[in-house]
């Protein structure tokens, strides 16, 4: 079965599983985070009318925190995700005269690269 | 409240729909191949992808429902937008460069890219369209709710209006059109949106002069009478003399140290000074046929406390069955974002997986920014002098209107193209389902492109009609209240199946089958017998339902996993293709 236009891309497995297990951890902090948050709304939900930051009842100052967080999360994961796209090996033997140049070879990628 | 004709909303609207609909016969050439109608050709820039889910995602009940929550209810619409938001992070963390790496058009691609399984792709496709129907009833709706008072016309005028929009951009350029639309669509409401907050920071807050206090405060009552018209304080319904039309209310009571007027505010002095304020916040209680909306004043910090909406009281109740429902609301949102496939197909748009990474990124960027915008529109109305008792859904156009006319236009028309992106994006994935999934399930083979396509427009055109019908039958529900039935549907039948299949070795089709199936049927079970659908469906005492709490996810969610688990683990694993 064809599966979408990048199905031909080689991808890296170890930068893949490493991508992954970054998700899997950023996931389960914020998941941790937003499960005080509603524990807080049901079981604690007088802390939520207290001012801890900036003169600002909890409620604000939580429900704020949390979308930032969310954002800042998002970003985070976006900075330190390796690239899982591997280089195209030319074989400079066998490739048309006008793509022949220096040969990459097969590895994992580094960050950022081909992205 | 009567609304007259507001002519520069309907040139607005009309503009904007103009250009929405010159766009999409522009791009009908790049929606020639099934690729190109259903994914765009992968070819979308994940900048504009990533604002496109923005536009995707901020439905009607976004826009419209939590604004007017917040607006009524106070903080309560916020946990709304929290949750919404917060079911971005497992899209990025979990599904969205797995799902990209599997899938081609549809979710069931995804979720049968290993397995080639007709049960997994007919169960997946039947939940994308009970999915997407149950998210269409409330945007058609919410159509219908903004176009009454806009244009002076029926409701089924306007649910008619934007069905047939709708199937107009989609049979036109499938995803290439619905894409920029959407983009369109989600750049305007953030923008316009972030416009209205400076123009509240900017006007703070005044409070009520001492002699206008007992008019403006005055109780009003709304009686239907036995020939059906409406009788406001006693007398007939309109603006005409002997006639009576109901005040636009939101009042500031007390400012901090005396004060009578704040003047600008910056955004954080903003809460500091609501928290110390006393507002009127306005109730209603109705006995028989008549209304009597009532002003109660309260604390602001109140105001930014939970528990204020009916539907989340269970917030402050003594009873844990109360408390439960709220909780399970709350994972329904977590879990119900990254399982909607109008929003899953968007990952396809993109060329590969670092571009559904980039995308999702500037998808929650965008998305969040708009959310933390939405405490200050809802506050903002609150306190805004123009909203309609009877209408919560009106909040935020009418908040626009206490700045100016032209203002009221330009958000009503950017709350309609709120609508038209996402109904686009749901009929999108409904029809997807029909011509890549059920049709290759019954006819055995896969059509050819071109075919696809033929049968994709039908589709379209037979969703957007049944769109079309289920809006002016549900008129009458509550908007916020149908769009929770799809995320809790999501979530139970979509996700387990989802990230089992993606990252469970030991999934089998069956169990893959039964989750979808088993999540679908008891979350329909349970909406259909809980008390508010007692209540709010079938006219019935909420204590008549057996049904513990009204929220099905903390139940049902665990019980998907579960009966994946299970049947994977009774039955024999197939070869798996894992790419």
């Known amino acids: ?115 | 409240v009567i609304y007259e004709v507001n002519y520069t909303a309907v040139a607005i609207f009309s503009l904007i729909v103009g250009l929405t609909l010159w766009l999409s016969v522009f791009l009908a050439k790049n929606a020639r191949s099934a690729a190109g109608f259903f994914a765009a050709s992968g070819g979308i820039h994940w900048f504009v992808n990533g604002v496109a889910f923005a536009g995707d995602y901020l439905s009607a009940a976004s826009f419209l429902g939590i604004c007017g929550m917040i607006a009524f209810y106070g903080y309560d619409g916020f946990l709304y937008s929290i949750g919404y938001l917060a079911g971005w992070i497992v899209a990025l963390l979990v599904i969205a460069e797995p799902l990209k790496r599997r899938g081609k058009y549809t979710f069931a691609d995804a979720l049968d890219s290993a397995f080639q399984s007709k049960a997994i792709r007919f169960s997946a496709s039947i939940s994308t369209l009970v999915v997407s129907v149950f998210y269409l009833i409330p945007q058609m709706v919410g159509a219908g709710v903004l176009v009454q008072p806009l244009f002076g016309l029926p409701h089924w005028v306007g649910v008619t209006m934007v069905g047939a929009v709708v199937v107009a951009i989609v049979m036109t350029a499938g995803m290439v059109s619905t894409t920029y639309v959407q983009f369109l669509k989600g750049g305007l409401l953030v923008l316009f949106s972030l416009v209205l907050t400076v123009l509240i920071l900017n006007r703070g807050f005044t409070v009520l002069p001492e002699a206008e206090r007992a008019r403006r405060l005055a109780d009003q009552v709304v009686e239907k009478t036995s020939d059906g018209r409406t009788r406001v304080n006693g007398l007939p319904q309109g603006t005409g003399a002997g006639e009576n039309d109901l005040r636009p209310v939101g009042e500031v009571l007390a400012l901090p140290d005396g004060r009578t007027s704040t003047g600008p505010l910056g955004p954080w002095e903003f809460f500091r000074v609501l928290q110390d304020s006393e507002i009127a916040v306005w109730r209603s209680k109705t006995e028989g046929s008549k209304t009597t909306y009532f002003a109660v004043p309260t604390l602001g910090r109140e105001v930014l406390r939970p528990g204020n909406h009916p539907s989340l009281q269970g917030i402050r109740s003594e009873k844990w069955t109360d408390r439960i429902n709220f909780v399970s609301l709350m994972l329904a949102l977590f879990c119900g974002t990254a399982a909607l496939p109008h929003i899953l197909i968007r990952y396809y748009t993109v060329k590969d997986q670092a571009s559904a990474r980039k995308s999702t990124i500037v998808g929650i960027a965008t998305i969040g920014f708009f959310y933390l915008l939405t405490l200050y529109l809802g506050l903002g109305a609150m306190t805004s002098g123009a909203l309609d008792v009877t209408d919560s859904n009106m909040a935020a156009p009418l908040l626009a209107r206490s700045f100016s006319n032209w203002l009221f236009a330009l958000i009503s028309a950017v709350a309609f193209t709120t609508v038209l992106g996402t109904v686009s994006g749901l009929v999108i994935a409904a029809s997807g389902a029909v011509a890549h999934d059920l049709i290759q399930i019954f006819t055995g083979r896969a059509l050819e492109d071109r075919q696809k396509i033929v049968v994709a427009k039908i589709s379209a055109l037979i969703v957007g009609v049944i769109a079309i019908a289920l809006g002016i039958a549900f008129q009458k529900m509550n908007v916020n209240y149908l769009v929770g039935w799809a995320f809790s549907v999501a979530a139970s039948a979509n996700l387990p199946a989802l990230v089992m299949a993606l990252f469970w070795q030991r999934a089998t089709r069956w169990g893959i089958t039964a989750s979808i199936l088993v999540g679908m049927a008891s979350s329909l079970t349970w909406i259909l017998l809980s008390g508010e659908t007692y209540v709010n469906v079938y006219g019935l005492p909420a204590d008549q339902s057996w049904i513990p709490f009204s929220q099905p996810g903390i139940v049902t969610i665990p019980l998907s996993f579960v009966t994946l688990i299970g049947v994977s683990l009774l039955t024999v694993p197939r070869d798996r293709v894992d790419l």
């Open chain 1, 1 to 115: 079965m064809d599966h979408g236009v990048n199905q031909h891309q080689a991808e890296d497995p170890a930068a893949v599983a490493g991508n992954q297990r970054l998700g899997i951890w950023l996931f389960f902090i914020y998941a941790a985070i937003y499960l005080a948050y509603i524990a807080v709304c049901v079981l604690w939900t007088d802390l939520l009318d207290q001012q801890l930051i900036g003169g600002l009842v909890n409620s604000v100052v939580f429900g704020f925190g949390l979308i930032v967080l969310a954002i800042v999360v998002a970003f985070i994961y976006g900075l330190a995700c390796r690239s899982t796209i591997l280089p195209v090996v030319i074989d400079p033997h066998t490739a048309p005269a006008e793509t022949r140049g220096p040969v990459e070879t097969r590895g994992p990628a580094g960050p950022g690269a081909g992205e």
